[in-house]
């Protein structure tokens, strides 16, 4: 083996690399805020009495968990254009990301909201509270709450899986690393510290994620 | 109907029946309730006490006959539901507070969502019933950090900053620790005093013989007898009553 490892063109090429970063923290913390919005949406449908509501979203939840990720950026980006929806790599990446979060989010939310005890929510009927405002103020923190680590999983997985979306083009970490390969074919010294690179950058979001749970989600029980 | 002229009336259930799928639970109950009066209501488990109380506020759907509260009908699919929450208060046997409130935000919420009240006026409100149960210097707690008897004295405070016209309690001493069942039962003593008008689910006989007027017990869905606690425990008229009551007083 006569490789030499020359990891200076990688160091110097950071500007860019960091350019990836805040694309990738950007894609991703918004798939995951919007998806995380949808999510409870397709979950309230889902358990909603109206069984058309119901089959909508269980189909959609469905759908996207059996498909590849992959293919649902690739539609959205090459697919979508058909019928007259044209978007940019990075606004596809968001939307795949969304709609991809949403229905892992709508299940596993829907096991917080499942968790709630009944009593609960009588509590809020007994004193007159509608039910919009009973799941906003009673049964939403407490339902994340108890599967705020399966939730925070499920986000830094999608963080991982933005690098897919250099596939459309969308100008993130990933990305910038393949177009720094092509100009300095040192593929090796790139691809590892790329590596290491998402693995920092899933510690921070972990870090970031329970320090969010610790100030919204926490509060004292038995 | 109107009923607003007859004001002595709070609760008035006519002919009420309640099926739980092919479960008869509730049998054609009668039963009206004057206002400032105090009815216990008894039975052995299963026999639909809980269900009935939860028929007034609309926890639970009837499927025939009439309940009127404050002269308003409550419809059987639960139409002025929403206005008949207003009136009644009820406190549950596992206090149903909310965890991830303090004491003080858990008796503030519906007065802010439902009453609209403001702010200051909401919370102090909630602090003049937090120290009518004698629970005041808890109030920035959380419901876990506080015993069972402080849970269900927020749980009574919370109702009461609805100002509601009636209380239900179910079972409100049940699932406390023998030590903690006085704390909650005088401040139940305390709010009979006052005269509001409540439906008290309760085994608890002491209590009955010091505040009820009316004490009644039920069997398999039906009001077996409805007496003033003397009559109640020194003469009672049926035979079940009977069987009852040696039961509970007897251990
Ligand atoms: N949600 C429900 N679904 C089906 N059956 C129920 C339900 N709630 C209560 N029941 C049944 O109705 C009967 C009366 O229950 P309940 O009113 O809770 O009795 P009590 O409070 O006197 O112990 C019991 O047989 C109980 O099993
Ligand atoms: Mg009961």
């Not at chain 2, 507070?97 to 007065?111: D, G, I, S, W």
């Not at chain 2, 120290?131 to 849970?151: C, D, F, N, T, W």
Request: proline share 4%; glycine share 8%.
């Amino acid at each position: 083996m006569n490789y030499t490892f020359d990891f200076a063109p990688v160091f110097a090429a950071w500007p860019t690399l960091l350019e990836g970063i805040m694309g990738t923290l950007r894609m991703s913390s918004l798939s995951m805020v919007f998806g995380l919005g949808l999510g409870i949406i397709f979950m309230m449908m889902r358990m909603s009495g109206r069984p058309g509501l119901r089959t909508v979203a269980v189909g959609y939840i469905e759908l996207i968990r059996n498909t590849p990720i992959l293919v649902q950026v690739f539609f959205v980006f090459f697919g979508m254009p058909a019928i007259g929806i044209r978007l940019s790599g990075e606004q596809a990446a968001i939307l795949a990301m969304t709609l991809n979060c949403a229905a892992y989010a709508a299940e596993i939310v829907r096991g917080g909201v499942q968790s709630i005890r009944p009593g609960q929510i009588e509590a809020g009927r007994a004193l007159g509270m509608h039910t919009a405002d009973i799941y906003r103020f009673i049964v939403f923190r407490p339902a994340i709450r108890a599967v705020y680590p399966a939730l925070c999983s499920q986000f830094i997985l999608l963080m991982l899986n933005s690098s897919l979306v250099s596939s459309v083009s969308a100008e993130e970490l990933t990305y910038y690393a393949q177009t720094l390969d092509s100009q300095t074919f040192r593929s090796f010294e790139i691809y590892l510290t790329l590596g290491v690179i998402y693995l920092a950058l899933s510690q921070v979001l972990s870090a970031v994620l329970s320090l969010i749970g610790r100030v919204y989600f926490s509060y004292p029980t038995k | 109907m109107d009923r607003s002229s007859m004001s002595d009336k709070t609760i008035e259930m006519i002919g009420v029946n309640k099926w739980f799928g092919p479960l008869h639970v509730l049998k054609d109950i009668d039963l009206t309730v004057a206002r400032g009066e105090h009815i216990v209501l008894c039975g052995p488990s299963g026999s639909g006490k809980s269900t009935l109380i939860r028929c007034i506020n609309h926890l639970e759907e009837i499927q025939k006959g009439a309940i009127f509260v404050n002269g308003t009908e409550l419809g059987p699919q639960g139409n002025n539901a929403d206005h008949i929450r207003r009136d009644v208060g009820m406190v549950f046997q596992q206090f149903n507070l909310f965890p991830h409130l303090t004491v003080l935000e858990n008796c503030m919420l519906a007065q802010r969502r439902v009453r609209k009240t403001s702010v200051a006026e909401a919370r102090d409100k909630a602090m003049r019933h937090l120290e009518r149960v004698h629970i005041a210097e808890q109030a920035a707690k959380y419901p876990a950090q506080l015993s069972g008897g402080q849970q269900q004295r927020v749980a009574i405070a919370r109702a009461l900053c609805m100002d509601p016209q009636v209380m239900l309690f179910d079972e409100p001493t049940s699932a406390l620790d023998p030590e903690m069942v006085k704390e909650v039962l005088d401040t139940m003593i305390s709010l009979a005093d006052d005269g509001i008008t409540m439906i008290c689910v309760t085994h608890e006989m002491g209590f009955a013989r010091a505040v009820a007027h009316r004490v009644i017990f039920m069997d398999r869905g039906e009001i077996i007898e409805s007496a003033a606690p003397e009559a109640f425990f020194s003469n009672p008229g049926h035979e079940r009553t009977r069987a009852f009551l040696g039961q509970i007083l007897n251990h």
